[in-house]
């Protein structure tokens, strides 16, 4: 089974810290992405990437920034963090058919 | 313009009964739909796809989907709900805009079912 693992399930930081959310998969999948999911909007993509070093802006990408030096590991960076990025930070991860495989989601609260 | 339409926020089910939880999209081309679950505090778990062939398309915990053409709509489907089966759930269709194949996801519909 493929397998998409995410830093944290819970987080709280402060206005203005710089935040790190790391996903790591284990299928050697070469695009994943990372998603916002708030009540009432569904998810919405921030950024993606298609292979080491690739990266490609989504829907949403103000604020955001990500990191993909190994194929395995995509991190999504809040540069410095606002109240209005409180969310759930979804990973997933591309298969072969089109699907995505998603990881648990962290629960990111700027206070 | 691409989109995907969940026009139910909340549906109501009794154990037992049939459920359908309703997607309607746009596209141009062919399209690649998608139907994912999410239970509380967890990720999205994929259900099931449709992408070519048979337009009932067959996924997991007993759940199906209808590809309707002329409606543009791939309806999620169960014919006897089970409490677990209370999640919140959400259609997706591939975006075209990109080569990473990304996917549009709807806005979700919350599934209650009822003992």
């Known amino acids: 089974d493929v397998k998409v693992t995410q830093s944290s399930r819970y987080l709280v930081k402060r206005t203005g810290e710089k935040v790190f959310l790391e996903c790591v998969q284990d299928?050697?999948?070469?695009?994943m992405f990372w998603y916002r999911q708030d009540p009432g909007l569904g998810l919405r993509l921030i950024y993606f990437?298609?292979?080491?070093?690739?990266?490609e802006k989504g829907d949403i990408p103000e604020g955001y920034s990500v990191s993909r030096e190994k194929k395995e590991r995509f991190s999504l960076i809040l540069e410095s963090a606002s109240t209005n990025q409180t969310s759930m930070y979804l990973c997933?991860?591309?298969?072969?058919?089109?699907?995505?495989?998603f990881g648990p989601g962290t629960r990111l609260t700027v206070l | 313009a691409q989109s995907v339409a969940q026009p139910e926020d909340q549906v109501n089910v009794a154990e037992g009964n049939p459920l359908t939880v309703k997607c309607t999209y746009s596209?141009?081309?062919?399209?690649?739909l998608f139907w994912y679950v999410q239970y509380p505090n967890r990720g999205l778990q994929f259900l099931l796809k449709?992408?070519?062939?048979?337009?009932l398309v067959k996924g997991s915990y007993g759940f199906e989907a209808e590809f309707n053409k002329s409606q543009t709509s791939f309806h999620l489907k169960k014919p006897s709900a089970l409490v677990s089966d209370s999640a919140l759930y959400f259609c997706?269709?591939?975006?075209?805009?990109?080569?990473?194949?990304?996917?549009?996801f709807g806005t979700g519909t919350r599934l209650t079912v009822i003992p």
């Open positions: 997933a991860s591309r298969g072969l058919y089109n699907e995505q495989f």
């Open positions: 299928m050697d999948h070469e695009n």
């Open positions: 990437s298609y292979d080491v070093k690739m990266k």
């Open positions: 596209v141009s081309g062919n399209p690649y």
């Open positions: 449709y992408i070519t062939g048979d337009n």
């Open positions: 997706a269709v591939r975006d075209m805009r990109s080569g990473a194949n990304n996917l549009f």
